[in-house]
């Protein structure tokens, strides 16, 4: 069964802070990392891609991929309450690349 | 939402009888997906297509098919509804295999 794992939360942070979200997953195969963001009631959006180990910045965002260790997590500097939302982590199902396998989700919250 | 959309935007249907939920795109792209969002389990692929006429099963396909007649036009079927398919259904494209997905919407679908 391949699985990829996250922690439900919530994962609370004071605005300002860094918020990091981990993400585990099973399958040594795998090549390409998502991460969604997905606002209550609403549809997942895409916000970063990584498919390197190494650090991907892209503005307040880092990706971050460990083959080895196979995780990947999402650093969110100068958090905002705006970022308040579920974080969905995302990998591709290693043998049949068409597929992506979802996590359940972290959700974050920011206080002001 | 990346000219998806998805039709209806809520429905609420009796054991037993059949529903179709349609996922129509105006962006071209030959991959097409239909997830189930339920709490707790997050985003579960239904089925997928990658090209006209050809389709895929994924992780919950138990009491689905789905047929794709135009690159545009993606409809997932739910041949006898059940209580246990009360849930947000997603359509997403992508233009790559397994690659960025962009969502829809959803559809809120209740089986009573």
């Known amino acids: 069964q391949k699985e990829v794992e996250q922690n439900s939360g919530p994962l609370s942070v004071p605005e300002g802070a860094i918020a990091s979200l981990n993400c585990t997953y099973s399958d040594r195969g795998s090549q390409s990392f998502f991460w969604y963001r997905q606002y209550s009631g609403k549809s997942p959006e895409l916000i970063m891609s990584?498919?390197?180990?190494g650090d991907k910045e892209d503005g307040r965002f880092t990706a971050q991929l460990n083959k080895a260790s196979q995780y990947v997590s999402l650093l969110i500097r100068d958090s905002q309450p705006s970022d308040s939302a579920t974080y969905l982590c995302a990998v591709n199902e290693p043998y049949n690349t068409d597929k992506l396998i979802f996590g359940t989700g972290t959700r974050l919250q920011v206080f002001p | 939402d990346a000219g998806i959309t998805q039709s209806p935007r809520h429905k609420v249907t009796e054991t037993g009888t059949p529903v179709t939920l349609r996922c129509h795109q105006t962006e071209n792209h030959r991959y097409m997906y239909w997830y189930r969002q339920d709490p707790g389990h997050g985003l579960r692929l239904i089925h997928y297509?990658?090209?006209?006429?050809?389709?895929d099963k994924g992780e919950v396909s138990d009491g689905y098919s789905v047929s794709r007649s135009k690159t545009e036009d993606f409809l997932l079927t739910l041949e006898s509804a059940t209580s246990s398919q009360t849930s947000v259904y997603f359509c997403a494209i992508s233009e790559d295999r397994g690659e960025k997905l962009f969502f829809g919407s959803g559809t809120q679908l209740s089986v009573l």
């Open positions: 297509s990658y090209g006209v006429k050809d389709t």
């Open positions: 990584i498919y390197s180990n």
